[in-house]
């Protein structure tokens, strides 16, 4: 099984960002996909979540109006779309998947994608 999370990058607070996860090795459809950001020194933040079909979407208070989550079950890919980036938002970012969509602990992750917001 892979996730290959992709389309970080350096840009400027208020600057978008549209991130992807493609899932391989399993039937995607089977799998929620959540987002999660670490920074060095803090714990491993939850970002958002969506569900096999992207009925249910969940995020973050820190994200809520900002980032969109979205999926190509087609493609087996995931999106992280991020508007009005800020310079908080500096992160590794990983995706994971789980057939469970409350899942506290994630069957497989990718290793992640480097997003920095300068001010």
């Known amino acids: 099984v892979q996730l290959q999370a992709s389309g970080g990058g350096l840009v400027r607070s208020g600057d978008s960002l549209r991130l992807s996860c493609v899932v391989s090795?399993?039937?995607?459809?089977?799998?929620?996909v959540a987002w999660f950001r670490e920074t060095p020194g803090k714990e491993r933040e939850f970002v958002g979540r969506?569900?096999?079909?992207?009925?249910?979407?969940d995020y973050a208070d820190f994200v809520k109006g900002r980032f969109t989550l979205s999926r190509d079950n087609v493609k087996n890919t995931a999106y992280l779309q991020m508007n009005s980036l800020r310079p908080e938002d500096t992160a590794v970012y990983l995706c994971?998947?789980?057939?469970?969509?409350?899942?506290?602990?994630?069957?497989?992750w990718g290793q992640g994608t480097q997003v920095t917001v300068s001010s």
């Open positions: 994971a998947a789980d057939k469970d969509y409350y899942s506290s602990q994630y069957d497989w």
């Open positions: 090795g399993v039937k995607f459809v089977n799998y929620a």
């Open positions: 969506i569900y096999w079909n992207g009925a249910y979407t």
